[in-house]
């Protein structure tokens, strides 16, 4: 059976810093890329960042650009989301996502197979 597990949100000051880790099992991943989204109370699921296989190429959203960074552990099987200089408007459930396949990065929900539980993340003082 296969699992993403996130874990590291939690609750934290307008301009701190939290990291987030998702860990598959299950499958390996090593060839596919994989992503973060996140989801605000009353709005859509929103695309975050995308990392391809190897590692070497990212994309972010507008929202996020120069303030988080997507990295990944192929050997350990692990996705990780580096938030800097977070807001009150960063607030929401995050959620990592896997393709089955895609070795490239990807910003649409539909071209993920694989989704985590969600963690939640509230920026607030």
């Known amino acids: 059976q296969v699992q993403l597990v996130e874990s590291g949100g939690g609750l934290v000051q307008p301009g701190g810093s939290l990291r987030l880790s998702c860990a598959a099992s299950g499958r390996t991943f090593s060839t596919d890329a994989m992503g973060w989204f996140r989801q605000a109370p009353g709005k859509e699921r929103e695309f975050i960042a995308s990392?391809?296989?190897?590692?070497?190429?990212?994309y972010y959203a507008d929202s996020v650009k120069g303030r988080f960074t997507i990295s990944r552990d192929i050997a350990k099987n692990t996705v990780y989301l580096q938030m800097n200089s977070l807001k009150p408007e960063d607030t929401a459930v995050y959620y990592c996502a896997a393709r089955s396949g895609g070795s490239s990065i990807a910003m649409t929900k539909g071209e993920y197979a694989y989704w985590g539980q969600g963690t939640q993340v509230t920026v607030s003082s």
């Open positions: 990392i391809n296989w190897i590692g070497r190429s990212t």
